[in-house]
């Protein structure tokens, strides 16, 4: 006899049960990845979230970021005020 034809009713009904919660769990998690509303509003929350941790408490220390980051890489921040200047230039010459 093989090992299936030896268990009992009982056993036979818990494993039963054991598989059919499994497949509950089954069709709920592809539920979960079908529904692309609640993925997106998930996603959305996630971005506010990591958005509210790197957003600066106060405006004085978004400035204090902003000049710690220009003196440990000054070149864009040259760069950026040299196209400044001749931007201004350029409009003043053509008028």
């Known amino acids: 006899m093989s090992p299936e034809q030896e268990k009992t009713p009982a056993e036979i009904r818990a494993e039963i049960d054991r598989t059919r919660e499994e497949l509950g ?18 996603k959305v929350e996630d971005v506010k979230a990591k958005a509210k941790e790197a957003a600066p408490e106060s405006p004085q220390e978004g400035v204090q970021q902003a ?11 040259a760069i950026v005020g040299g196209l400044l200047v001749l931007f201004v230039l350029w409009r003043l010459l053509r008028k």
Do not use: F, G, I, M
């Not at 769990?25 to 998930?42: F, G, P, R």
């Not at 000049?67 to 921040?77: C, D, G």
């Open 25 to 42: 769990d089954t069709v709920e998690s592809l539920a979960e990845k079908t529904d692309v509303k609640a993925q997106a509003k998930a």
């Open 67 to 77: 000049q710690a980051l220009v003196k440990q890489n000054p070149k864009p921040a």
